[in-house]
């Protein structure tokens, strides 16, 4: 079950660039990244209603919905940054200098999400090891930009 994961998670990680380069497309015919990033988040939410009415998922009840931490609304928030950012930089970075730059950020956010548990995550330990990985992965974005 492990390696599926894995590999839906490769998977995930590899249509960000094509997403990214798809939006960055958008831009040219809408005129600007917000305008483009509005349209991949309709084009997404409308995906995503009627993939929920096929399953047949029901809506959560207001109980439920209103129990959430506060903090658990900004993920749209963050996502409508993440997907604008990227709208601007695809045309100038080029796609393997923007996902490097992009998943150094990732994973250093990791590690201190990690450490401190938070946001729901467990505590996992930032060790030498899983350090020496970040600051490899860091080296590697630099090679990435300067080659």
């Excluded at 970075?93 to 990732?106: N, P, R, S, V, Y």
């Amino acid at each position: 079950m492990k390696q599926i994961l894995v590999f839906v998670a490769l998977l995930a990680g590899a249509f960000m660039p094509v997403q990214a380069g798809i939006n960055a497309r958008l831009r040219l015919t809408l005129g600007t990244p917000e305008q483009a990033a509005l349209v991949s988040f309709a084009v997404g939410t409308l995906a995503l209603a009627v993939y929920a009415l096929v399953l047949r998922l029901p809506w959560p009840p207001a109980s439920e919905v209103s129990q959430a931490p506060w903090w658990s609304w900004t993920g749209g928030v963050l996502g409508a940054f993440f997907v604008a950012v990227t709208v601007m930089l695809a045309p100038r970075l080029g796609a393997a200098t923007m996902m490097a730059w992009i998943i150094a950020g990732q994973l250093a956010a990791s590690i201190l999400l990690d450490q401190y548990g938070l946001v729901g995550y467990a505590v996992r330990e930032a060790g030498p090891l899983r350090l020496l990985g970040a600051v490899l992965l860091v080296a590697g974005a630099v090679l990435v930009q300067r080659y």
